[in-house]
């Protein structure tokens, strides 16, 4: 046996938790993961269930099977990014609880973007809370009313989906921080979606070692019929924008509002890396791609 592995063997069986337990304790649960994948197999529904799974650190995936919700925990209170569909709420609220966390605790509800499928939990969870909720200024008159934006590209199927009201405590722009306790959740305005996407980033620590999380909003260029993208040169240029600014970031771990969209549960199995250099630049030339292909269907038709 070698040196090396001698000592190894020794930090090993003198201190094991030190050396072994700690970091792995800070990332992604995985058998949660596994179970959670299991369970959502060939679901495609916006509410169907799932179990919740830590993501990493302080940051908990408590959403359903195709729909992102994260819970950010502090000591001192606690931020719910997206509620998903009114229908998801009783399985969210039982995630919270799950984890052993309270639903009361939580202080700030965040969103991506003001379709029924990211915000039609929003005013249940923020009655079952008493949460406050920061909406960028375009989200916020939308989900004031309920009723979807007839200028969305998306209208012609959203009028289907009103969701109920909210009331927002805060208007949040590019650069506005939310904070609980030692959290800071950074927004950043992604328009092109939908008019008020926002974009959320924040350092999720268990002890050490802290990464970013960088939760980017949806960028799919999806349209309804009458809608064409072609008609409206000013929200085309608008995704544009939105695309080189994602792609410049370094947004370390990507969380997408639709799992799917970038792998995440894969990632969170570990059978894609959990934060992937690049992972940014390679959601915005999807985006980018998306547009490009629509744009083109557009001229042919
Ligand atoms: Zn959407």
Redesign the pocket.
């Known amino acids: 046996m070698s040196a090396k592995a001698l000592a190894l063997l020794l930090v090993m069986a003198l201190a094991p938790g030190l050396a072994f337990t700690k970091p792995l304790a800070a990332g992604p649960d995985r058998p949660a993961t596994a179970v959670l994948m299991k369970q959502c197999e060939g679901k495609e529904d916006f509410s169907a269930p799932a179990p919740p799974a830590r993501l990493y650190g302080n940051t908990y995936y408590v959403g359903t099977c195709t729909v992102s919700v994260l819970l950010v925990t502090t000591p001192q209170g606690h931020v719910l990014v997206d509620t998903a569909t009114e229908q998801a709420v009783p399985s969210i609220l039982a995630n919270i609880r799950a984890l052993g966390f309270r639903p009361e605790d939580i202080r700030w509800i965040v969103s991506s ?1 003001e ?1 029924f ?2 915000v039609g939990g929003l005013a249940a969870l923020q009655k079952a809370t008493g949460a406050k909720v920061a909406l960028s200024a375009p989200a916020a008159r939308i989900a004031e009313t309920g009723k979807p934006d007839p200028a969305d590209s ?1 209208f012609g199927v959203l009028k289907d989906h009103p969701f109920a009201p909210v009331k927002t405590d805060r208007i949040v722009a590019s650069g506005s921080v939310i904070r609980v306790g030692p959290l800071r959740l950074t927004m950043t305005a992604t328009p092109g ?2 008019t008020g996407s926002t974009s959320w980033t924040w350092q999720s620590c268990a002890g050490k070692p802290c990464r970013t999380v960088s939760y980017i909003d ?1 960028i ?1 260029a ?1 349209a309804a019929p009458p809608y064409r993208f072609s008609d409206h040169p000013e929200v085309v240029a608008r995704f544009r924008r939105t695309f080189a600014a994602i792609a410049a970031r370094r947004c370390g771990i990507l969380v997408t ?1 639709h799992p799917s969209v970038s792998n995440l549960f894969e990632r969170m199995l570990g059978k894609e890396p959990l934060a992937q250099q690049d992972a940014c630049r390679g959601y915005a030339s999807k985006g980018s791609e998306g547009l490009d292909t629509q744009l083109a269907k557009e001229t042919t038709k």
């Open positions: 973007h379709h499928d990211h998306q979606h939908t949806s799919s999806l509002p």
